[in-house]
């Protein structure tokens, strides 16, 4: 993305997860911000006709990761977090919706695209929340501890880190240098979302691959980083993690009964959560 311009993924990202609340699946996840923030832009019930294959399945698989994500926020929260990271936030709404008391949130984001959101919800007629903390930062260039110390994080306490929607669009560099950072706080918590190389894939994933691949790169914002499950598994536990779950996409859609649909093979995705508890 250029530096002035906000990201056309997280817009894209943003309109699923409003398009998802008029859904028959919309218990899966529930967000009464998704709409408003969007304004005259966002998505109708009508809109669902529209939907194709492709397009279905990625709204159900954006819709399962972020409830994953807050369902494992909420148990990091009974064990005693009290900071969460929203990296990459793109236009995600959980700090309007945040049911934790005494939760402090860190909205982390490019320069362009957090300022972007905080007018959208200004125009939406939404106060900022109150114990959020914005921080804009550029994931290529500028060091997120630094720039997390300064906002207020408490660099020696446990935090829950949300990383959904970015990974697959940095530099490997970039991406092991922010999970070396969490891995060294002990009790901290990732939950990311990537994708395995087309080499992994049999014929249906790898057309899925190319689909949303070319849909990304035709708005400046291609997929430059895929993972192996095996051997980024190994390299976590490298790094200090001691606790790891990795779910593929057919292994979510078992997960919650009521999307059975959401993707019946694995195509390539997954969500994974890692903890060093230690």
Partial sequence: MEDATPSRTALRVARLRA??????????????????????????????????????????????????????????????????VVLGAGLDTFSLRNPHADLAVFEVDHPATQAWKRRLVADAGLAEPRGTIFVPVNFERQLLPEELSSAGLKATEASFFMWLGVVPYLSAEAIFRTLSYIAGIPGSEVVFDYSEPAENRDMAGQATLAFHAERVASVGEPWISFFDPGALAKSLNELGFDEIEDLESGAIAARFAKAPDAGRNNSGGHILRARRSV
């Fill in 19 to 84: 398009l998802h609340q008029f859904s028959p699946q919309a218990g899966l996840f529930r967000d009464p911000y998704a709409i408003r923030i969007l304004g005259d832009g966002a998505p109708t019930a009508a809109d669902l006709g529209q939907e194709d294959q492709h397009s279905r399945r990625m709204r159900l698989f954006v819709a399962a990761h972020a409830r994953l994500a807050e369902d494992w926020l909420a148990a990091a929260v009974r064990r005693g977090v009290r900071q969460v």
